[in-house]
């Protein structure tokens, strides 16, 4: 059974800046590709980032503004988020990434953290 948990997240001003975390309880976790993904209230969650082996990816809303990273050592997957809209505004989480096109999560889902774009 593998643990997310994730945080870092806020309430933030339109244009703002966030750095989300989530921490893995899981060895090897570099040979996993790990996404993020968001949940807005009455909408489906959606990826927003992935990583995998190819390089990353992201959806069109936040290219350019969102960026994913991982410290293996620390079993850590980052998402800097900067020029936040209020339409970022979401429960965000994160798990392993599954095969192209939905990058479903793979893993049981952590309890998310919850982002707030709100002037």
């Known amino acids: 059974q593998v643990q997310l948990v994730e945080s870092g997240g806020g309430l933030v001003q339109p244009g703002g800046s966030l750095r989300l975390s989530c921490v893995l309880s899981?060895?090897?976790?570099?040979?996993?590709?790990m996404g993020w993904y968001r949940q807005a209230p009455g909408n489906q969650r959606e990826w927003v980032a992935v990583e995998t082996s190819s390089g990353t990816r992201y959806i069109e809303s936040v290219k350019d503004r969102f960026t994913i990273s991982r410290d293996n050592a620390k079993n850590t997957v980052y998402l800097q988020m900067n020029s936040l809209k209020p339409e970022d505004t979401a429960v965000y989480y994160c798990?392993?990434?599954?095969?192209?096109?939905?990058?479903?999560?793979?893993?049981?889902w952590g309890q998310g953290t919850q982002v707030t774009v709100s002037s």
């Open positions: 899981k060895s090897n976790f570099r040979i996993y590709a």
């Open positions: 798990n392993c990434a599954g095969p192209l096109p939905s990058y479903r999560g793979l893993w049981d």
